[in-house]
């Protein structure tokens, strides 16, 4: 896997021993500690507090093979076996030195699975949206996948858009730009992912750990942290997207 040199580290290790989150659980949910309730004005982070996340997107873009990079460092080449139903992977990712957990939801794009994925969509934190870049279909169906995504889950939700498969350059549908555009109309965070060769995966989580860490300790005061600066500025250090 190809790992960015001068990205904070990210410890992770694979758990089932993490409390299912509660319908209800929410950053409106969250005990407040007395520290907090004292000092408003250094809210602490709850390490505890579990992220939900889900990926979602066509079937075929690659939503298994991101996770299982993401948690293994590993792709496995080979035939393709679609997902049925939803799992859920608990990863740990430090960043400003507190560990975010998050619970990462891999769901079925299969189109006969969408009303059990639709039931997620609620509890979600953030969703990881997907598309192939050698698919043009794939990309297309973007604009029903956000639009489920705005009828189903909360509208604070994280969202980041993935353009999979960076590395089959060649057979290229969908330009960089077409993906920078659409991220741009929707306005959401968007870079391009390899699970094969590892570019951007740990980016790309990173970047939404940031975002749910940051949100769920926000000041009214503080100014807002800027993911796609952060991106863009994580991107211009490794200069990981050159050979794109
Ligand atoms: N070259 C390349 N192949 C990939 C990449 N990601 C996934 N694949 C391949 O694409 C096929 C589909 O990948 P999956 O991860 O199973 O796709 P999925 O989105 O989980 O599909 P569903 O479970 O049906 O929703 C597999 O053959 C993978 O090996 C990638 O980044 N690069």
Redesign the pocket.
């Known amino acids: 896997m190809e790992r960015m040199e001068s990205m904070e580290p990210i410890s992770a290790h694979y758990t089932t021993d993490y409390p299912e989150i509660h319908p209800d659980s929410g950053y409106e949910s969250r005990e407040t500690s007395d520290s907090q309730a004292k000092t408003p004005t250094a809210p602490t982070y709850d390490e505890e507090f579990v992220h939900k996340t889900i990926?979602v997107?066509?079937?075929?873009?690659?939503?298994?093979?991101?996770?299982?990079?993401f948690d293994q460092g590993k792709?496995?080449?080979?035939?393709?076996?679609?997902?049925?139903g939803i799992g859920f992977t608990n990863k740990v990712v430090t960043v400003d030195d507190v560990k975010v957990k998050l619970q990462i939801w891999?769901?079925?794009?299969?189109e006969r699975?969408r009303s059990v994925t639709h039931a997620y969509y609620r509890d979600a934190h953030a969703l990881l949206l997907?598309y192939?870049i050698t698919s043009k279909t794939s990309f297309d169906n973007i604009r029903a996948w956000l639009t489920e995504v705005h009828e189903y889950a909360q509208s604070e939700v994280v969202i980041m858009l993935l353009g999979?498969?960076?590395?089959?350059s060649s057979d290229r549908a969908i330009r960089r730009d077409e993906g920078e555009r659409l991220a741009r109309e929707y306005s959401v965070p968007f870079m391009e992912?390899?699970?094969?060769?590892g570019v951007n995966v740990e980016l790309a989580f990173t970047a939404v750990s940031k975002e749910l860490k940051h949100r769920a300790i926000q000041h009214p005061n503080e100014p807002k942290f800027q993911i796609h600066d952060y991106i863009e500025a994580q991107k211009e250090k490794t200069g990981c997207c050159s050979y794109f």
């Open positions: 990926l997107g066509d079937s075929g873009v690659g939503k298994t093979s991101l996770l299982v990079q792709f496995i080449p080979g035939s393709f076996s679609a997902t049925v891999d769901t079925a794009g299969q699975f997907l192939d999979n498969k960076a590395d089959m992912t390899s699970a094969k060769t």
